[in-house]
């Protein structure tokens, strides 16, 4: 069986080699840009039996586009249910996996006790210029502290997740303050160019605080390119995440196999090992350690993407009213 993805491939090879000694199936696991398996997926779509078995895709443009082109064949019931999954999707032709989550990433040593509300947020600026920074436009870690400044000054992020197919105006008539704050604390922030630059000038010292995926600053971890003592935390005001799941295209030439290890990985014992080696957030009612259900108040601490019209809102008027202003 082929399985393709565009990363974490040290939890999926471990759990190829635990799938092989169960059933016997062996996994080849194939790493390429989404870009490149999706084109894939879309350009064997005719055949009788394509190379591609399984994917790993991302809940959103991917899925979306795979999806448009009639490539996915559906994920049985037996295996999908709804009731067992945590997932803001409503189709049968992808499971839910995980979440990427968006964090606060920091340096303990000079910071003892991080921010956890918005309040105690904007006093730590004030009183710590130019030592929190953020993707300005080329990295989701950055997407996900912009969203979360409108969530929090606007009243909330569940107004932005209503199938919208365009911008309402009286939506983003209530954006002024978002871009009020970005101006008035410019000289507070520091913008970089990508998730990787802001995690490099956190584990040079120029930055104490940024705002980076969870899995994205283990990995730096583990790889030395971050201390070993930078932790992270979920502030109050909350953080991204980003779905991924599991596809089989219509002319899987495994499909059954597919079917079998998709339901392995959904697996309790699977999910807390995925969770501990990827640091993403499962999917799955009643394993997380994290809290992705409402509190009173109607926020959560992780909230998903907005509809695509917010999405691209939200970037283009963040570039022309702070950026470019």
């Known amino acids: 069986m082929i399985f ?71 994920i049985p019931a037996s295996i999908s249910g709804a009731e067992k999954v945590i997932s803001t999707l409503d189709s049968d032709k992808i499971l839910p996996l995980y979440g990427r989550i968006a964090v606060f990433a920091y340096d303990p040593l000079r910071i003892p006790a991080p921010p956890e509300t918005w309040d105690a947020f904007n006093e730590w600026l004030d ?11 080329g990295g989701a870690s950055g997407f996900s502290f912009r969203y979360s400044v409108m ?3 606007t009243g909330g992020w569940k107004q932005y ?16 303050s978002v871009w009020d704050w970005f101006s008035d604390h410019r000289d507070q922030y ?9 995690l490099r000038l956190l584990s040079s010292g120029k ?26 935390y979920l502030p109050d005001f909350g953080g991204l995440y980003l779905e991924r799941g599991l596809v089989i295209p219509i002319n899987s030439p495994n499909r059954k196999s597919a079917e079998l290890f998709s339901a392995f990985l959904i697996s309790e014992g699977m999910q807390v090992l995925m ?15 994290f809290s992705i259900n409402e509190d009173e108040t109607g926020f959560t601490n992780l909230f998903p993407l907005p509809d695509p019209p917010y999405i691209q809102g939200l970037t283009e008027e963040f570039r022309k009213k702070v950026l470019y202003n």
């Open 151 to 153: 969530a929090t000054l």
């Open 161 to 176: 997740t209503h199938g919208d197919e365009w911008i309402d105006p009286e939506k983003k008539d209530n954006w002024n």
């Open 207 to 232: 930055l104490w605080l940024t705002s980076a995926f969870r899995d994205d600053v283990q990995a730096a971890i583990d790889k030395n390119e971050l201390p070993v003592y930078i932790e992270m």
């Open 190 to 198: 520091i913008l970089t160019s990508t998730d990787y630059e802001s």
């Open 275 to 289: 969770e501990e080696m990827l640091k993403t957030v499962s999917l799955q009612k009643g394993v997380s350690s």
């Open 127 to 137: 009183e710590n210029p130019n030592r929190f920074g953020f993707t300005a436009i």
């Open 4 to 74: 393709y993805l565009s990363g974490g491939d040290e939890f999926f090879r471990k759990a190829g080699e635990l799938f092989y000694e169960e059933y016997g199936i062996k996994v080849n696991i194939v790493i390429a840009q989404d870009a490149v398996i999706t084109r894939k997926i879309i350009n064997e779509k005719e055949l009788d039996y394509g190379t591609v078995d399984i994917y790993l895709s991302d809940s959103g443009l991917v899925f979306n586009q795979l999806d448009k082109a009639g490539t996915l064949s559906s």
